[in-house]
């Protein structure tokens, strides 16, 4: 159990985390969700003790991260998979790690298995791809074997096959009964991870619920319907209880399924061009939700001539 | 200990350390023997005693300069130091840890370099006022091994502060080969500036030079100077351990 309380980090005037609380529940998948530079890493490395909060605290199973002996035994994290040596093996990394919290060195063997790196132990940490060091990043975090995880967008650049094997993975640690909290700036593939989700925008806290949750409130279903004459059919939706929004020369109506829709057309004989479900995607939704919250918006719709497309430096 | 010991491992498995090693070593110790088969030594020359095998010592000692630094800057570069905070939450117990596992080797390297320099130079051109007679003699070969731990922990301290190689080795670098001479060169203040720098202070214990006459009347003796060249390395190594403490890492 992960719990922020008021959680708050500044850098001169800029508020990095913004008095944010939340809790990670034991045993689930709970993923940390916000557009680039919402303050999912900040958050992450204050829950580490990496990083001073400004104001607030973070607590693991009640206490600071700083109050724990031999920390890896309870905490497992991986921030940057690029956080290693490259000159050193594989190997020599863990092996370091695993000393300093007086774990067996057999252990070490072990967690190399686990994450399929076994071949390449003695190899340069530096000659890896990003997949292996993500893998030697996880490896490094269940050393300890410990009952939190933290992970800091670890699909980030991954293929296919790595991004399905570490969402297997954290299933399976979530089953063994671990609290896995993991950070990404993608919902659709939250919603393929995470049990729960926290959603963050802007350092503040937009919603903690389940992911169905989430996702069903968010997406919301509608049925666009065209025709040149839709008067009357308008006219019946409202009076049958469904919301009405025009949209171009059709309509958007929310509340009422294509068959109920098209039958009513019938009935009002109106000539439709079109009838068909809208799905909201994940994207649009996360975007709704945080829109106000993205710090560098990128203005598509009045994107600058090239003339004057000059850095606006930051 | 066991933090002592992922330190331990952390030196040894890295090829860096071994480099330096070799060049803190073989740079004054050779270019020493190249002195030493050139030297024309007439017998009333030799008053210099054994310090005259010791003066490219501090050549030795930029290498460990830079050595130490970077055992804490690469860190820093590499982001491991992160993980090493993660490890080892009380920052201090890591930094010492650390400290303690690159000073230990710069003192094997400072054996190696005193009597090492002293043994090639005795081999090639050897006279009697090279013997190991005295105390002072003593002092000027076997105290290179507490001179270079101390320039570690100093050069540690530096690094922690600063965390950046670059920056951290240039200024160990340019203050230690450049400033320190420089600074004597200041008219009416320079020398008394100088006696309390911290490089002159280890040349003084080792007594380098000794036979200056500007260096006659100083305000300490050898083992004061040992102290005080000790106590301001500390100082920095306790600065850069708060500094540390209280920055993010």
Redesign the interface.
Known sequence: MIEAVGLTKSYGKTLAVDNLSFSVPTGRVTGFLGPNGAGKSTTM?MI?????PTGGSALIDGKR????HQ??RTVG?L??A????????AR??L???A????LPAKRVDEVLEIVGLTAVAGKRAGGFSLGMSQRLGIA?ALLGDPQVLLFDEPVNGLDPEGILWIRKFMHRLAEEGRTVFVSSHLLSEMALTAQELVVIGRGKLISQSSTEDFVAQATENTVLVRGPQLGHLRTALGQAGASVRDEGAGLVVSGMDCADIGELAARTQTVLHELSPQRGSLEEAFMQLTGDSVEYHTEIADAPTPATLVPAGK | M??L???R??LL????PWWCALLAIALPVGLTALIASQAQIQPGDAGNGVYITQMLSSLGRAVVLVMAALSIT?EYR???I?????????RATALLAKTAVTAIPAMLIGAAVGFGSWAVFQAINSFPELALDTAQDWRAVAGQVLVFGITAVLALGVGMLIRQTAGAVAVLLVYALLVEGLIGLIPKIGDDIQHWLPFFAADRFLGLQDDIPQLRDLPLGPWGYLAYFAAVAAAVLAAGILSAQ?R??
Do not use: C, M
């Open positions: 490395r580490l003790g990496l990083d001073t991260y700083r109050d724990l920390p890896l994290a921030l940057d690029k956080w290693v040596h490259p000159n050193r093996s020599a990394h092996q370091w790690l000393r300093s919290n007086k490094a | 066991s933090v010991n992922a330190e491992i952390k498995s890295t090829r860096s690469s590499f982001g491991t992160r993980s090493t905070f993660q490890v080892v939450p009380h209280r993010d890492a």
